[in-house]
């Protein structure tokens, strides 16, 4: 029987009472209290982040005593409990739903509401009169509101939980700069809202406060403000504590298997891992980890009846979430933002210092957006060097998201637009004929615009990239880049994707001769090539791959010529 998959779920009470699969994560409650009362953990959009802050409320929360054991009875947290379960008033805030394209006022009165409604929660759960609420309604700005909210609850100890406290903020920094900074930098009221809550963690009125989001960029004006907030974020304790480690994903993939016995079940858990895992935030940490909410995704979308992988790997919400951070490329200087994705494209890695804490004021630089990167998902620790930390796209998802946007970026920064229909035409033609004709057209006529402009500076890698980032505009492949096979490197492999047909799969070997080196050059790169693949295709893990053509493309810059290699 197919699992009850809690996606898009992040009310822990629901998922437990209601059936859903959950993987515990309460072991990290007593660890939470053994570094600190007041913790900041930041992790990627989609993460899981949501749930578990909810499983923190239903924890703590005095209200919910009385459902202790039949919430946590059979966790392992319900098993060893920490002195605090059951023990605080729980104040929940969150800042994911306000209007940033509208200007200051607008997101003024959208924080300042946000905060009003949990204070006004707070008082209506807790038993406080209409007195309590009027102070509340009687304050103009989010800072007054909290004052006051301190003022009435003086005496009591209070856990104060901050879901997406970046949201506003990350919207408006891929937006507008300034604004940003007038909102989140001193004499923001944002700032001014955090200094209150300073004031009530040194009064001890809140006397715990664990606050999630995506990126640091608030922290700098913050935490100056309030700078009690202990970051977990890149620590390897708490690598874990968020989003799935590799038992946890294969476990929600056994369903799959029971159901259907004739999928082999190595290549569904590599399936998985090459599209969702690969995130690392501490380079000591045990293991990568797996976006909860795509594997859940992957699960709950499983064709169970045909034994299928969903169409969409990625659920579409997911996908136009990302698509909006992508705005981020524009801040600070684009070009040089963009040297980092062509960087990350041809070479397959960065280098940057991990940036911890966000100064605007002292401007935006390399590190940051490679930084900013990182804390957003699109790319994953992998090393370190004395120059910096080793930053790589952690899986297909992302790699996908990235050759997408790169296609924006190629047509926005020559002036020049390729045709998706064409593309997707001309990938179809391969798939059903192995006719490589019509996209290698697509890719000669790419060459030949870019071949005038120098926002590109040709070579083979940039070609392969050319080619690549037409390739990942159809979904009819699974699509691999310099996939290890046996210690040998074939450029491209187009491999059959779930729940897709193909007739034919395909592998690429691309060459690049420089019009320097006339025809003779020409010929020599093509017969290298087919010398190269006829290797490839003695490989055992080759041989084994059904509707196989092969192929050699030279090209250099402007010209495209492809052969057939049996």
Not at 115 to 128: I, M, Q, S
Not at 440 to 457: F, H, Q, T
Request: proline share 3%; hydrophobic share 40%; charged share 25%.
């Amino acid at each position: 029987m197919p699992l009850n998959i809690p996606y898009g779920l992040s009310n822990f009470k629901d998922v437990i009472t209601q059936g859903y699969h959950y993987i515990d994560k309460t072991p990290y409650i007593a660890q939470l209290e053994a570094v600190g009362k007041h913790n900041i953990l930041l992790r990627p959009r989609r993460f899981g982040k949501s749930l578990f802050l909810s499983m923190l409320e239903h924890y703590y929360d005095t209200q919910y005593a009385a459902d202790f054991d039949h919430l946590f009875g059979d966790l392992a947290v319900g098993k060893n409990p920490t002195p605090f379960k059951s023990s605080y008033p729980v104040l929940f805030m969150e800042f994911s739903g306000i209007e940033t394209e509208r200007g200051h006022d607008c997101v003024y009165e959208g924080f300042t509401n946000e905060v009003e409604n949990a204070l006004k929660r707070f008082l209506t759960r807790y038993g406080y009169g209409d007195e309590a609420h009027a102070a509340i309604d009687a304050a103009s700005s989010p800072y007054g509101k909290m004052k006051d909210f301190l003022r009435i609850i003086d005496g009591e100890k209070i856990l104060l939980l901050i879901d997406e406290y970046d949201h506003f903020a990350n919207s408006l920094l891929g937006n507008d700069l300034s604004l940003f900074q007038s909102i989140v930098g001193k004499g923001g009221f944002v700032r001014s809202f955090y200094e209150t809550l300073k004031t009530g963690t040194q009064r001890g009125t809140i006397d715990r406060l664990f606050i999630t989001g995506v990126t640091p960029i608030m922290l700098d004006s913050m935490t100056s403000g309030f700078n009690v907030g202990k970051n977990l974020s890149l620590t390897e304790q708490f690598n874990e504590a968020i989003g799935f480690t590799t038992a946890e994903a294969h476990g929600l993939l056994d369903s799959i298997a029971e159901a259907c016995p004739d999928l082999e079940q190595q290549s569904l858990q590599d399936d998985v891992r090459r599209w969702y895992n690969g995130y690392r935030f501490h380079l000591d940490a045990s293991e990568s980890m797996y976006n909860s909410d795509m594997v859940l995704y992957f699960v709950d979308r499983f064709d169970y009846k045909r034994c299928a992988y969903p169409k969409r790997m990625l659920d579409i919400n997911i996908a136009s979430d990302y698509g909006k951070i992508m705005a981020m490329f524009s801040i600070g200087d684009r070009d040089a933002n963009y040297a980092v994705l062509d960087e990350l494209l041809n070479q397959g890695e960065v280098v940057a210092r991990q940036v911890e804490k966000f100064d605007f004021a002292k401007g935006f630089n390399r590190d940051d957006f490679v930084s900013l990167l990182a804390y957003m998902g699109f790319i994953a620790l992998i090393d370190e060097r004395l120059a910096g930390e080793v930053f790589a796209i952690p899986n297909h998802v992302m790699r996908e998201l990235y050759f997408q946007y790169f296609k924006v970026e190629l047509e926005r920064r020559n002036q020049i637009t390729i045709s998706d229909r064409a593309i997707l035409l001309a990938v179809e033609t391969l798939a059903l004929d192995s006719d490589m004709q019509p996209l290698m057209a697509e890719l000669e006529e790419v060459l030949r615009l870019l071949s005038n402009r120098d926002s590109i500076w040709m070579d083979e890698q940039h070609i392969k990239t050319i080619l690549l980032t037409l390739l990942y505009q159809s979904p009819a492949y699974f699509i691999h880049s310099e996939r290890e096979m046996s210690r040998k490197y074939p450029d491209v492999l187009l491999l059959e994707r779930s729940p897709y047909k193909v007739n034919y799969q395909h592998l690429i070997e691309l060459k690049y001769a420089k019009k320097s080196d006339g025809e003779k050059g020409w010929a020599q790169k093509k017969q290298e090539g087919i010398e190269q693949v006829q290797g490839y295709l003695q490989l055992p893990s080759i041989v084994g791959l059904e509707k196989l053509s092969a192929w050699v493309v030279v090209a250099d810059g402007e010209r495209v010529e492809w052969v057939a290699v049996d």
